[in-house]
């Protein structure tokens, strides 16, 4: 029974192992250099789950996230070529930002051969359609605009955005809606991978702390003299217990 157990510990554990050379495989490219939060910018990781409907469902693994402040002066910013699953938009003035956009390629044969303008509301439209033989057309969800697809950006901290669903609106053929799902695991696996690329300690594990240049080493901190050693003013000599008295 042990032995058995012992087995199963070690496979999940070479899962765990296999899910994140995964993931480092297909999301390590396309992030950008700086990912860890500053004083004065905040960083945002969204996860969406993006597909395309034209008209059938395909899923769309790499993509652009676009958010735009709602506050004057934010503007907007958008992301990278990156995993749906894992998009990173570092350096964010502190604000509340909206979904604007998010963006992929697409390759069908089916694909149609004209714009598809967002529907009130919701919807998507193919950007610079084009027979699909040429090369794969790029496709954009815009999302209608609602506080659960708006996020908050604090300096020195990093805001988990997901996770975010793109799904098939029946009230029409075309439109599409983006809905936000929240996650507690997705958002903890999330953090963690950030911290580990941008060469963070885990949250559970601080880094150790250092004395100040200069600073007077503690009694703690200092080597325990040789047994021989002459007395000094740290190290006192040792004195004997008075004799008991005579009887």
């Not at 909206?98 to 919701?122: C, H, K, N, T, W």
């Not at 996770?163 to 053929?173: I, P, Q, T, Y």
């Amino acid at each position: 029974m042990k032995r058995l157990i012992g087995c199963l510990l070690a496979a999940s554990v070479g899962l765990a192992h296999a899910a994140e050379d995964d993931f480092n495989s297909r999301c390590g490219s396309g992030l950008p250099k700086s990912l860890a939060p500053t004083a004065d910018t905040g960083v945002v990781i969204v996860d969406a789950a993006l597909r395309a409907y034209v008209p059938v469902e395909m899923p769309v693994p790499r993509g652009i996230v676009t958010l735009s402040g709602t506050g004057k002066g934010l503007g907007s910013r958008s992301s990278r070529y990156q995993c749906t699953e894992f998009m990173v938009l570092p350096e964010l003035p502190p604000g509340r930002y909206r979904l604007s956009s998010l963006e992929g390629m697409v390759s069908s044969a089916i694909l149609p051969q004209r714009f598809l303008y967002p529907m009130p509301g919701d919807g998507y439209q193919v950007v610079n359609p084009h027979d699909w033989r040429e090369g794969p057309q790029r496709y954009r969800v815009q999302p209608r605009r609602a506080p659960e697809l708006e996020v908050e950006v604090k300096a020195g901290e990093v805001t988990y955005f997901g996770r975010l669903e793109v799904v098939r609106n029946r009230g029409s053929a075309h439109a599409v809606m983006v809905k936000l799902e929240p996650d507690a695991a997705r958002e903890k696996q999330a953090r963690a991978r950030l911290r580990q690329l941008a060469g963070l300690p885990p949250i559970n594990e601080p880094p150790p702390e250092s004395a100040p240049p200069g600073a007077p080493a503690t009694p703690e901190s200092l080597p325990a003299p040789p047994a021989d050693a002459p007395p000094t003013a740290a190290t006192p000599p040792a004195t004997e217990p008075p004799a008991a008295a005579a009887q």
